[in-house]
């Protein structure tokens, strides 16, 4: 095949890949009467064979992600010894663990009651008052800070404080972790 057939090859190809795309998106029918290209008729039925023979499917865009920034949060990030402050000097304050209940019996930080999911989040919560002082966490800052979400714009607290980093952090700055086996949930 010399140069120039294998252009004209060429140029065939891309016309039938043009067709086929106009004619997926509906385009061909009002084009094709002002330049038909060769063997229009048997390309068109094949190619509407091929793709209205298939069930359509439809494309649903990914759900926009919900990013708080700092200031739209109505919870406070606290670092662990601040955290810890609140959590040893206020006695009303509720410690909640938010991960899996294995990890909470592995190790917590002293007096945390677990809350894995949003019924136990919500038994554990129902009889307090929305001023209640409520100190979250979780093992880095994933499930807290849903679970943040969830206390103060769901539930309406208006006081809840999340530890900035986890359970990981709180370990790094050397502070309490209860061991104990079978810690009481």
Known sequence: MTRMHHKIGSAKICRTIVAALLLASGVLQQVSAQSPFPYQ??????????????????????????????????????????????????????????????KYERERIPGARPAPYSEELRALTDTLGPQTPLLIYCGADERS??????????????????????LRRWKKENLPVDTSPKAGS
Not at 57 to 80: E, F, M, N, R, T
Not at 149 to 158: A, D, H, K, S, V
């Open 41 to 102: 008729s048997q390309f068109q039925t094949k190619i509407q064979h091929l793709f209205l023979s298939r069930p359509q499917v439809q494309y649903h865009p990914p759900a926009k992600q919900h990013i708080i920034s700092p200031s739209q949060q109505s919870w406070k990030d606290l670092p662990p010894k601040q955290f810890n402050r609140i959590r040893e000097t206020n006695t009303r304050a509720v410690l909640i663990d938010t991960r899996m209940e294995a």
């Open 145 to 166: 800070t849903t679970v943040c979400e969830m206390l103060t714009e769901e539930m309406g607290f208006r006081n809840v404080f999340r530890l900035k980093g986890g």
